[in-house]
């Protein structure tokens, strides 16, 4: 069966410096694949090359098995390759309910092409993330807990087949951490793929069908959780060489 998507030996140079270095993945339909690995590992600069945001210096990616190298990113996000940003940049203008249909307007297929469907597609993915009680806010107003849910509404309401999360748990209590994954599941659940990087080991162990782990720009384990966070040279570089 082919991968929905593939990345083959991609590597991503910024001057001086190999941010990605020959990594290979793959990510099979309804997947759900952690990433992981200590800061600076080039995690984000991964995702980058999946969306399209940044060009790779060498290798190629492959989504549905067809070649997405030259496309810029609104052509991925057509395809139905949506995602989050770690460091969050809503319109801040923009109520929270237009920044969800900004997403619907360019989603996959080319999205919705009338401001009210979009609205609606918006309200149904700001309901799904608990977000329905402020669709009439500033986005700017939103807390941090809140804007990660933005994110993600913005990024599901451009219909992904894979939906790439860079940190949405990042400074969230336990409570609210355990509402994201339950929300990442019945995503996987509607059937759409997710390759999500998180620190929070707890979180990952359990959302993640695979784990693959990045240090120093290159891939240092690909497994099972179990395999993986149990694995020494995972151990040494990432998780402390003593863990709890
Ligand atoms: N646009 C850029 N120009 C130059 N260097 C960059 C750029 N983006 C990232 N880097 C560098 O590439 C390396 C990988 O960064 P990246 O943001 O991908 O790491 P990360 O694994 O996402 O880290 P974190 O866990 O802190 O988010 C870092 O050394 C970073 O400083
Ligand atoms: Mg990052």
């Not at 496309?71 to 460091?87: E, S, V, Y």
């Not at 809140?146 to 790439?164: F, S, V």
């Amino acid at each position: 069966m082919t991968a929905l998507l593939e990345v083959r030996h991609a590597t991503r140079r910024f001057a001086g410096l190999i941010a990605v270095n020959d990594v290979s993945l793959t990510l099979a339909q309804g997947e759900i694949l952690g990433l992981i690995g200590p800061n600076g590992a080039g995690k984000t600069t991964l995702i980058s090359l999946i969306s399209g945001t940044l060009e790779p210096s060498d290798g190629e990616l492959l989504f549905q098995g067809v070649s997405i190298n030259r496309l810029p990113a609104f052509r991925r996000a057509r395809l139905g390759i949506g995602r989050t940003f770690q460091i969050m940049r809503p319109f801040p203008g923009l109520s929270v309910l237009d920044n969800v249909a900004v997403g619907a307007l360019f989603g996959r297929d080319g999205g919705q092409t009338r401001l009210a469907p979009a609205r609606e597609q918006a309200r149904a993915c700001l309901e799904f993330v608990g977000l329905d009680k402020h669709i009439d806010q500033r986005a700017d107003e939103l807390g941090g807990a809140g804007r990660k849910r933005l994110e993600l509404a913005k990024a599901l309401a451009m219909q992904p087949k894979l939906l790439l999360c860079d940190e949405i748990m990042a400074g969230l209590n336990h409570v609210e951490i355990e509402e994201v994954i339950d929300l990442l599941r019945k995503v996987r659940d509607q059937g759409i793929s997710i390759l999500v990087i998180e620190h929070v080991i707890k979180a990952i162990k359990s959302l993640s069908d695979r784990l693959l782990v990045l240090h120093h720009g290159e891939k240092i384990a690909d497994g099972t959780p179990e395999d993986v966070l149990s694995d020494p040279v995972v151990v040494q570089a990432y998780l402390g060489k003593k863990r709890p």
